[in-house]
């Protein structure tokens, strides 16, 4: 059984930092492509950040250069770290993973940017 528990987020003033995990158990993260995406109240859900088996990674524009995806192999858990947050990265934020030809979700963990 895949399970993926996320943790990491909370309330930050503009210009902070946070770092979302996601430890994730039946599966092994560094053999598959993960990633997290982002749902907004009254928004479409938007793919932040993935990175690949081959650690290759990709970044939505609107965060590229403020957030960095990794993973932790001996820990088995991947990790999103966000800087310089802005008030439109407000949203609830879920990991992923591809594998065993399927996709598997988190519970999701709310992010919010306000001072």
């Known amino acids: 059984q895949v399970q993926l528990v996320e943790s990491g987020g909370g309330l930050v003033q503009p210009g902070g930092s946070l770092r979302l995990s996601c430890a994730a158990s039946g599966i092994i993260l560094r053999l598959n492509a993960m990633g997290w995406y982002r749902q907004a109240p009254g928004k479409q859900r938007e793919l932040v950040a993935r990175i690949t088996s081959g650690d290759s990674t990709n970044y939505a524009d609107s965060v590229k250069g403020r957030f960095t995806i990794s993973r932790d192999n001996a820990k088995n858990t991947g990790f999103l770290q966000m800087n310089s947050l802005k008030p439109e990265d407000t949203a609830v934020y879920y990991c992923?993973?591809?594998?065993?030809?399927?996709?598997?979700w988190g519970q999701g963990t709310q992010v919010t940017v306000s001072s």
């Open positions: 992923y993973v591809v594998g065993y030809g399927s996709t598997y």
